[in-house]
């Protein structure tokens, strides 16, 4: 499956409501490879780019006084875009970095914004994503707030199982907010 291919699939499957203009948006992207260690958002950074993420991997995390927190991995191909920077041109609070050679599809934010000004789909899909954000941001907080490591770390052999397949476990030990010593006395448990 090409690289566009995995672009019109991943509209027709989650954007199924206008096709108006997705041709012409999917090619207008450009492909971008990166080495695994690169980082491709820093803390501070205003995104201009849209970009979607074809092969690789690449986890999301805070930093802060030394300190680093992830929040997310993205393993699959989605958008992975700060899109709070990228629409309201504010700096980024997030990083993100390549844990393996990654391939994205990029589309500058001036070329969005002239495609969105064209189709109304454009629109829909910025409303549509910004809503998909706030409710898994909810989720995402509010399970790490009322459960414990061991049922996060279950919930991820359940719902993320891939990323049990394919991410270091110290990066699994940060976004648990636990050591490695004690993920590790966890998964002995399980």
Known sequence: MTET???SLFF???????????????HTFVIKSYKKGEIILENGNTENELRFL????????????GREKNINFYTNASF???????????PS??????????????LSKEKFVTFTN?????????????QRIVVN??????????????????DIMKNKPDWLLQIPQYHIASYLGITPETLSRIRKRI
């Not at 027709?12 to 999917?26: A, R, Y």
């Not at 970095?97 to 391939?103: A, F, G, K, Q, Y």
């Open 5 to 7: 291919d995995r672009l």
């Open 118 to 130: 064209q189709y109304n789909c454009g629109k829909l899909f910025i409303e549509t994503i910004f």
């Open 137 to 154: 941001k909810e989720t995402e907080e509010f399970n790490h707030f009322v459960n414990t490591a061991e049922e996060l770390y279950l």
């Open 93 to 106: 609070k997030k990083h993100q970095e390549c844990l393996t050679d990654v391939h994205l599809r990029v």
């Open 12 to 26: 027709s499957n989650e954007f199924p409501f206008n096709k108006e203009g997705l041709e012409e948006f999917v």
């Open 54 to 65: 074809d092969h690789g991997i690449i986890r999301e995390f805070y930093a802060t006084n």
């Open 80 to 90: 992975i875009t700060d899109f709070s920077s990228f629409t309201h041109a504010t």
